[in-house]
C-alpha cells in the first residue's frame, strides 16, 4: 500500500536590511519554471533534512544570501495552493545582509520595500502568505 501526502516544502520572507541596520525590503525572485511570476524564494525539503537546514539552504541557492532565521511565520498547506501538485510549506521570516541575485531556478532576485510588493504578479498562496507577514 503506498501512502500519499503532500510535499513538504519551505518559504523564507527575506527581510534585508543594510550595514547600518536599516530595513530596505524583502526579496521575491521571478521564477524560471512553471508557475511563472514572482515568488517568496523555497523549495523542497530533501531527505535527511530539517526544515530549518532547507530554508537556510533554498535562500542561499536562489539568491545568494546567507540567512538568519528570526521566526516562522506558519504552515501554509492548501491543496490548491500549487497547481502542479499538493503542497505544503513551512513559511520562515528571515533576515539577511547583502544584495540578492537570482540564482538556480530564480531568473532574477529583487528588494521590494513592502509598500511595492506586487501581490497581483505573485504566484502560488504566496500574496497570502504575504499579507498574513504585513499583518503580524
Known amino acids: ?26 526579496v521575491l525572485i521571478e521564477r524560471k519554471n512553471f508557475p511563472q511570476g514572482l515568488a517568496i524564494p523555497g523549495g523542497f525539503v530533501e531527505i535527511g533534512e530539517t526544515v530549518e537546514q532547507t530554508v537556510v539552504r533554498e535562500m542561499k541557492e536562489e539568491t545568494g544570501l546567507d540567512v538568519e532565521i528570526v521566526r516562522l511565520l506558519g504552515v501554509y498547506s492548501d491543496p490548491d495552493r500549487d497547481p502542479r501538485f499538493h503542497t505544503a510549506s513551512v513559511v520562515f521570516v528571515c533576515k539577511a545582509y547583502g544584495e540578492p541575485e537570482g540564482r538556480d531556478d530564480a531568473k532574477e532576485a529583487k528588494v521590494y520595500r513592502i509598500e511595492e510588493i506586487p501581490f497581483d504578479k505573485l504566484v502560488f498562496d504566496h500574496a497570502k502568505i504575504l499579507k498574513d507577514y504585513i499583518n503580524r
Open 1 to 26: 500500500m503506498a501512502i500519499k501526502t503532500p510535499l513538504i516544502a519551505t518559504d523564507g520572507i527575506i527581510q534585508l536590511f543594510d550595514e547600518n541596520d536599516n530595513f530596505r525590503g524583502i
